[in-house]
C-alpha cells in the first residue's frame, strides 16, 4: 500500500 | 530509506539515550526540561497512533516503541524517581507548556491534509514538536552551568531535524510522489529553533568553554 508521504517516517 | 533520514533517526535515538544515560547513571535531571519532555512524549503518542493499525516496517514499529518507551520513561524518572525527582529545578522550568499545545492543536484543526482524527492528531504532532524544545532552551538560559551530557542532548535533538531536512530535499529529487509541505515547514521551523543554540554550542567547543547561552 502506498504510504501517503511522510507517513512511513518517524 | 536515505542516508539522511537514517543519520536523522540515530541522531535522535543518540539523543534519548544519552539522556536517559544521564538520569538513570547519575540519577540526575538538573538541567532538563520536564515540560519539553512530557511536550515530546505528547509528540509521539499522537504521531504514532498508527503504530498498531499500519504496519511500515520492522525497523520503523522498533524505533516507534523506543521513542514512545523513552520519552515517557523519561517523564515518569524525572516526576516519580525519589532520586531523580529532587534534582528537578521547579522553579526555573515554568515555561507553561499549555500556550504552546493549544495553538498548536488549534492549527492543526485548520491547516491539515486531510480531516480526520488521525490525520489531525498527526499534524498536531508535527507542529507541537516544531515549539517543544522551548521549555528547555528557556531553561538553559536560566541555569547559568549547562552540563555536557544536557548540551549534548539538545545539540542532537536539534540535528536530526535538520539532518530530516536533507531527507526532504532527496526525496522530493528522487520520488514520485514528495513529502507534504506541512511536515517541511514545521521540519524547517524546528530546526531554525535551535539556530542561536547552535551556534553557541560550536562556539563553546571552537574555544574549548563551557557551554552558557546568553541570558
Avoid at chain 2, 32 to 41: I, N
Avoid at chain 2, 96 to 107: E, T
Wanted: aromatic share 18%; proline share 2%; with cysteine.
Amino acid at each position: 500500500m502506498e504510504h501517503s508521504s511522510g507517513k512511513d517516517e518517524l | 530509506m536515505n542516508i539522511f533520514r537514517l543519520a536523522g533517526d540515530m541522531t535522535h535515538l543518540a539523543s534519548v539515550l544519552v539522556l536517559l544515560l544521564k538520569i538513570h547513571t547519575i540519577k540526575s535531571c538538573a538541567g532538563v526540561s520536564l515540560k519539553t519532555q512530557e511536550l515530546y512524549a505528547l509528540v509521539f503518542a499522537t504521531r504514532y497512533l498508527d503504530i498498531v493499525t499500519d504496519f511500515i516496517s520492522v525497523y520503523n514499529t522498533v524505533m516507534k516503541l523506543i521513542f514512545l518507551g523513552s520519552s515517557f520513561s523519561i517523564v515518569w524518572y524525572i516526576r516519580h524517581h525519589r532520586v531523580v525527582r529532587r534534582s528537578y529545578d521547579k522553579d526555573q522550568d515554568t515555561f507553561r507548556h499549555y500556550l504552546l499545545m493549544i495553538p498548536c492543536m488549534l492549527l492543526a484543526l485548520f491547516v491539515h491534509e486531510k480531516f480526520t482524527f488521525k490525520e489531525v492528531m498527526w499534524t498536531f504532532s508535527l507542529y507541537l514538536e516544531a515549539v517543544a524544545i522551548l521549555p528547555q532552551l528557556v531553561l538553559l538560559q536560566r541555569t547559568r552551568n549547562i552540563d555536557n551530557l544536557t548540551g549534548q542532548y539538545v545539540f542532537l535533538l536539534g540535528a536530526y531535524r535538520g539532518l530530516y531536512i536533507f531527507n526532504w530535499i532527496y526525496r522530493y529529487f528522487t520520488e514520485p510522489h514528495f513529502v507534504h509541505w506541512i511536515t517541511w515547514i514545521a521540519g524547517v521551523v524546528q530546526t531554525l529553533l535551535y539556530a542561536d543554540f547552535f551556534y553557541y554550542y560550536f562556539e563553546s567547543w571552537k574555544n574549548n568553554v563551557r557551554l552558557q547561552l546568553p541570558a
